[in-house]
C-alpha cells in the first residue's frame, strides 16, 4: 500500500461544475496537508493546507480533511477551463515533518 | 522576491558525462529538497538537507551526490549520467516545522542521450 494515494485520472469536468479530488494516507499520525498544483511542463504550486478535521475555504477551493476515514479532498466549484492541471496530494509525516507526495490527479475542465 | 533559483533549466548530457544542477533560495529556509519527476508520476525524494553541512538521503539517492556548504545553495551532482536519469529535476525549500509548505523552483529538464 502506497503511503499516499490519488487516483491518477483524468477526471474530466464541465465548466462550471464542481470537481472532486480525492487523496486516502496511510500514516494515521499524519497531521497536516498540502494540495499542490501543477501545470503540464511547471513546477508544483501551493493551493491550500489544512490541518483540522472539516472543511477549509478559500475562494473557489475548499479542502476537507477526515482524520478517521485518512481522507483528505479538494473541491473547486465553479471549474474553470485554467483549473486543468495535475493536483498533487502531499501528507507531512509527523515524525519528520517531511512530505509524502501522491502521484498526482490530472484534471482537464471542459468548455 | 526570487525564492528558489534553480539552474541550467534545459540539459542534454551524453551517457557517463558529469554535472551539477544548482539549487539557491533567498528565503532564509534551513530544510532544502532535491525531487526528481518522470513523466506521468509523483515527486520522488532525492536528497535533502536540514542545514548547512547536514545532508541526508531521500528515497532515491543512486547516483546523485549533494552538498551543503552556505543555507543558500544545495547542488545536485550527477556522477556517470545514465539514461535512466533522464527526468525533471525539482529543487524545494521550506522551514521543515510542523504545518508548514515547501516552495519549489521552476526546475531543470536534464535528458541523458
Known amino acids: 500500500q502506497k503511503e499516499v494515494e490519488q487516483n491518477s485520472g483524468p477526471l474530466s469536468v464541465p465548466e462550471g461544475a464542481i470537481a472532486s479530488l480525492n487523496c486516502t494516507y496511510s500514516d494515521r499520525g499524519s497531521q497536516s496537508f498540502f494540495w499542490y498544483r501543477q501545470y503540464s511542463g511547471k513546477s508544483p504550486e501551493l493551493i491550500m493546507f489544512?490541518?483540522s478535521n472539516g472543511d477549509k475555504e478559500d475562494g473557489r477551493f475548499t479542502a476537507q480533511l477526515n482524520k478517521a476515514s485518512q481522507y483528505v479532498s479538494l473541491l473547486i466549484r465553479d471549474s474553470q477551463p485554467s483549473d486543468s492541471a495535475t493536483y498533487l496530494c502531499?501528507?507531512?509525516?509527523?515524525?519528520?515533518?517531511?512530505?509524502?507526495w501522491g502521484a498526482g490527479t490530472k484534471l482537464i475542465i471542459k468548455p | 522576491n526570487a525564492g528558489v533559483t534553480q539552474t541550467p533549466k534545459f540539459r542534454i548530457l551524453k551517457i557517463g558525462q558529469s554535472m551539477t544542477l544548482q539549487c539557491a533560495q533567498d528565503m532564509n529556509h534551513n530544510y532544502m529538497y532535491w525531487y526528481r519527476q518522470d513523466p506521468g508520476m509523483g515527486l520522488k525524494l532525492i536528497y535533502y538537507?536540514?542545514?548547512?553541512?547536514?545532508?541526508d538521503k531521500g528515497e532515491v539517492p543512486n547516483g546523485y551526490n549533494v552538498s551543503r556548504s552556505t543555507t543558500e545553495d544545495f547542488p545536485l551532482r550527477l556522477e556517470l549520467a545514465a539514461p535512466s536519469q533522464t527526468s525533471v529535476y525539482f529543487c524545494a525549500s521550506g522551514t521543515g516545522l510542523k504545518f508548514q509548505p515547501q516552495h519549489f523552483g521552476d526546475g531543470t529538464r536534464l535528458s541523458i542521450l
Open positions: 502531499a501528507v507531512q509525516r509527523d515524525s519528520n515533518y517531511q512530505l509524502i
Open positions: 489544512i490541518y
Open positions: 538537507s536540514v542545514g548547512a553541512g547536514i545532508t
